[in-house]
């Protein structure tokens, strides 16, 4: 990317921050940096990864957790970051946040997360589920599932965590399904996290089965070049085992590395991969 290219991306930043709540469309942000849409459109999209639209969006979620939390109502706070009403943050934060806006002001409080522990072809795991869909998945390692359970709650501080066995084994099913080959419908998954951190996990799932990559060629596809140390936190906070494939990521020196669940596991389970894609 040139001086000059980066010079309109760092300026349509400023003017988006600088009126998130205008919630300014395409055309006028093109216009601002003297480019027409398409050009506008492809530049911001190579250089950050992601569309103007869902940046703003980003920003946009950042000032209304801002606000909710310092005691907000639903209405003030979609209003003042520009948005029509409550519905539309509710939309917001049910696709960035796996939450509704209220359930985010509570710190999750009246949420139920499911949980139960499970067999799988890599070994047991404890699965969480919240009624939207999976919301955890963690192998177990030496000790039981303390450590994972643990985790959990520290993902979900004001959540009442629910032994679900019936609920949770259906999950497990699908899971193996899935990893099998078997599965012949979407499963559902509520990510909670930064924007940055889900942007990183959903470019691990552009990653194809039994193929992996270093942690710089995944910020290439992140669209933060130079960030392998953000980005290798961000592997390492992926709450959805294998299904979310953290597993695919390796050092640049073609070593395994870590992986939260013990480095034996990551080997198994991509050499799984790589043999049903032989």
């Known amino acids: 990317m040139s001086l000059s290219d980066y010079s309109k991306v760092e300026q349509t930043i400023r003017f988006i921050e600088s009126r998130v709540h205008a919630q300014p469309n395409l055309a006028e942000v093109a216009e601002e940096v003297g480019l027409s849409e398409f050009h506008f459109q492809r530049l911001f ?4 990864g992601v569309s103007p639209k869902r940046f703003l969006q980003f920003l ?59 067999e799988t072809r890599f070994g047991p795991a404890l ?34 965590l629910e ?27 509520v990510l909670k996290g930064t924007p940055f951190q889900i942007k990183t996990w959903e470019a691990l799932l552009r990653i194809p089965p039994g193929r992996a990559l270093a942690y710089g060629d995944l910020a290439q596809m992140v669209g933060a070049p130079g960030a392998s140390r953000a980005i290798g936190s961000a592997v390492g906070q992926n709450p959805i085992a294998c299904l979310i494939p953290c597993h695919r990521v390796i050092q640049s020196t073609g070593a395994f590395g870590h992986y ?11 050499g799984f991969e790589r043999a049903r894609r032989a």
Request: glycine content about 10%; proline content about 5%.
């Open 45 to 48: 999209q190579r250089w950050a």
């Open 60 to 118: 946009t979620l950042e000032e209304a957790k801002k606000m909710l939390s310092e005691s907000k109502s639903l209405l003030e706070t979609s209003l003042d970051v520009g948005l029509s009403g409550p519905s539309r943050l509710h939309d917001l934060f049910l696709n960035f946040e796996g939450m509704t806006p209220g359930e985010y002001k509570a710190k999750a409080s009246g949420l139920t997360v499911h949980w139960g522990v499970e």
């Open 127 to 160: 699965f969480a589920a919240l009624d939207r869909g999976l919301c955890g998945l963690s192998f177990l390692v030496e000790g039981g599932p303390e450590e994972a359970f643990e985790t959990l709650r520290e993902r979900w501080p004001a959540a009442k």
């Open 163 to 189: 032994a679900s066995p019936l609920l949770i084994r259906g999950y497990a099913e699908a899971f193996n399904q899935r990893i099998e080959g078997k599965a012949h419908q979407p499963l559902s998954l």
């Open 260 to 270: 939260h669940w013990g480095a034996p596991r990551k080997q198994a389970i991509l």
